[in-house]
């Protein structure tokens, strides 16, 4: 039988619900009046961008309809394919297996293979591996944890202007959709960059990096991650899988 304290609390997420229907409704009718092509998008998205404007109808619909105008003209085929970012991928930095202890995809980055490179190309492949990623989300998940793995990174990986617009890309089009960044193996001369770069995060996007001490990697792996789902080059057996070679 229901207790007194678990009917309080289904009362509470039932008025929070309908709350929040209320203002995906209002925030759609606002959208599409002035940008039809949003009556394609699901009310999943539109609660991502409420949600990363907390919740104010009015912000949320300048970010959303900023949104579609970009999404319209950075990939007007509906999708980014390998040919429009051959360079990147050959780079072999971006990676994916498993789930967390919370069901959402891993996404593993190997900042050493990141090398600069013509910047829009760099975009377009931000775009490419966000979109993969998302389409590998159960029905039931909207975000994925990523490990920032910088192990051997130096100042030829340096690439400041490519981070902010990978950034700038994600916290304004994918709202949302990070779920945590566990930033491992980090070298002290990349502290630095990190204070150059932080600034321009999101304060609530901000508290989702995490800062791994060497010694305490395998115990905050496995607290993230069952041991079966962890990545094999962290001690586990689950084999990285490049972007490029996701199944669609």
């Known amino acids: 039988m229901e207790t007194e304290a678990e009917r309080d609390q289904h009362e509470t997420e039932s008025e929070t619900n309908q709350q ?57 085929n509906g999708f980014i394919s390998d040919t429009e970012v051959p360079n ?33 190309e760099f975009k377009r492949f931000s775009v490419y591996c966000l979109d993969r ?14 490990i920032s793995d910088l192990k051997g990174w130096g100042y030829s990986n340096l690439d400041i202007r490519g981070y902010l617009a990978a950034l700038d890309i994600m916290q304004n089009y994918y709202p949302e959709r990070l779920g945590k960044v566990l930033l491992i193996n980090v070298p002290f001369v990349f502290m630095k960059i990190w204070k150059i770069i932080s600034p321009f995060i999101d304060k609530n996007t901000k508290k989702k990096f995490v800062f791994v001490d060497d010694k305490n990697l395998q ?10 789902q962890i990545p094999e080059i962290y001690g586990g057996k689950l084999p990285l899988i490049p972007v490029d070679k996701l199944k669609e």
Not at 96 to 112: C, K, M
Not at 133 to 146: G, H, I, N, T, Y
Not at 219 to 228: D, F, W
């Open 20 to 76: 929040q229907s209320k203002l995906v409704a209002e925030l759609r009718a606002s959208v599409q009046a002035q940008h039809p092509a949003a009556k394609e998008l699901d009310d999943s998205t539109f609660r991502r961008f409420l949600q990363a404007r907390n919740l104010n109808v009015e912000k949320a619909s300048a970010m959303m309809l900023k949104y579609v105008k970009w999404r319209k003209e950075a990939v007007p």
């Open 88 to 120: 990147q991928i050959a780079q072999n930095k971006f990676f994916t297996q498993g789930f967390d202890r919370a069901g959402r995809p891993i996404v593993v980055l190997l900042g050493v293979k990141h090398f600069k490179g013509e910047i829009e």
């Open 133 to 146: 990623v998302c389409a590998r989300l159960p029905s039931d998940q909207e975000k994925f944890l990523c």
């Open 219 to 228: 115990k905050t792996l496995l607290e993230e991650i069952e041991e079966s």
